[in-house]
């Protein structure tokens, strides 16, 4: 069967780092794109950025750019979401999906979810 399992979230300070790992099982990520968004406690999900198969990123939350950045290991069947300087703002529960393209609303596959969680 074939699904997304994110991984990697945790506790870390403001101006701290996590990288988030989405490895994809019962099938091979090589021509997919994989698109990355969050969920805060009473908030909308939010698109943050996309990495297509050709390892372009597009990004769909401007206060991520400059900090957030994605990047694939075919071998290993896994895309990453490394995340810079985060903000108390960044705390959310990310998931990863499956896409063709970066079109959100193309997005399917969800994983369950890696929650971050940034803190004094």
């Known amino acids: 069967q074939a699904q997304l399992v994110e991984s990697g979230g945790g506790l870390v300070q403001p101006g701290g780092s996590l990288n988030l790992s989405c490895v994809a099982s019962g099938f091979s990520l090589d021509y997919y794109s994989i698109g990355w968004s969050r969920q805060a406690p009473g908030k909308e999900r939010e698109n943050v950025l996309c990495?297509?198969?050709?390892?372009?990123?597009?990004y769909y939350s401007n206060s991520v750019k400059g900090r957030f950045t994605s990047s694939r290991d075919n071998a290993k069947n896994t895309v990453y979401l490394q995340m810079n300087n985060l903000k108390p703002e960044d705390a959310a529960l990310y998931s990863c999906?499956?896409?063709?393209?970066?079109?959100?609303?193309?997005?399917?596959?969800w994983g369950q979810g890696t929650r971050v969680t940034v803190f004094s």
């Open positions: 990495i297509h198969a050709t390892n372009r990123i597009t």
């Open positions: 999906a499956l896409g063709n393209g970066c079109v959100p609303a193309d997005f399917r596959q």
